[in-house]
């Protein structure tokens, strides 16, 4: 990123303007820390900013937004809701997630992490014989994807999606950002992959939060036809017994979720 310093910055805005995104959003970031992790969207805007600033970084750090291109964060209202994973596989709890889903007859999508893929490539062949989706999540899940040079980020994108790819025997068909933070450059590498944005209409914070009722009440209250749940395979919160929140979430949002007369698939079924 040395270029983010380069002095001859107003040349190289004049040679390609998207540089004004690059250097703005540099400067949001080492503000408020891109390390803050999954509750970055959910801290107080940093006073002083330029207007400018203010509204790429806001079209960076709202995962849910349109401003930065397409962005699905529902489906359609089809009697079911979509279920996802990020950041696995993981070889601890993927395999627990794959039994508890067989069990309640529920199917999910997966956003994998490239790298850890290629660590555990039978994992990614277990999701796959388990019915469920591969969908990419990045090769190397950086937290300042978004302010990343355009040409990192397509070779996050690209590589991961090889990847996929090569261990599931299917491409993946939906992106989803480390952190959900995008910036303008990303729609068209998604485009050359033919992969569709996809963020999430409700999130349970179980990588953070350590009640699992909390985050069951997150994920349910008000649940409608059509959601994107969002939930973690990799990094999850353990309880205060010191067992992950999800071996209490998940079958609890199943029950419920089934109870109300919803099926639980996955994205490809939902936005089909
Ligand atoms: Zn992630």
Redesign the pocket.
């Known amino acids: 990123m040395a270029h983010h310093a380069d002095p001859g910055l107003a040349s190289m805005i004049a040679r390609d303007p998207r540089h004004v995104f690059h250097c703005a959003n540099l400067a949001t970031g080492i503000l408020l820390g891109c390390g803050a992790g999954h509750l970055l969207p959910f801290a107080p805007a940093a006073g002083g900013a330029a207007a400018l600033q203010a509204a790429l970084t806001a079209a960076c750090v709202c995962p849910r937004c349109q401003w930065v291109g397409a962005n699905v964060t529902r489906g359609p209202a089809r009697g079911a809701v979509a279920l996802t994973f ?2 696995g596989p993981d070889p601890a709890l993927t395999p627990w997630i794959l039994a508890t889903l067989r069990a309640h007859k529920a199917r999910a999508s997966f956003f994998c992490i490239g790298n850890k893929a290629r660590r555990y490539p039978h994992l990614i062949r277990a999701i796959r014989d388990s019915g469920h989706s591969v969908e990419n ?1 990045s090769d190397r ?1 950086r937290h300042s994807f978004a302010v990343l040079h355009h040409a990192v980020i397509a070779r996050e994108v690209r590589t991961a999606q090889q990847t996929l790819t090569d261990l599931a025997g299917t491409a993946p068909r939906f992106f989803r950002a ?2 959900g933070f995008r910036n303008p450059w990303l729609a068209p590498v998604l485009a050359e992959c033919q992969l569709r944005y996809v963020s999430w209409s409700r999130r349970g914070f179980d990588t953070v939060d350590r009640r699992p009722a909390h985050i069951l009440g997150r994920l349910l209250t008000d649940l409608r036809d059509g959601d994107i749940l969002l939930l973690h395979d990799g990094k999850g919160a353990c309880d205060r017994r010191g067992r992950p929140v999800l071996h209490t979430v998940l079958p609890g949002l199943l029950e419920n979720v089934t109870g109300r007369g919803l099926a639980v698939v996955d994205l490809p079924t939902l936005l089909a």
């Open positions: 990020d950041d999540h899940h480390p952190l």
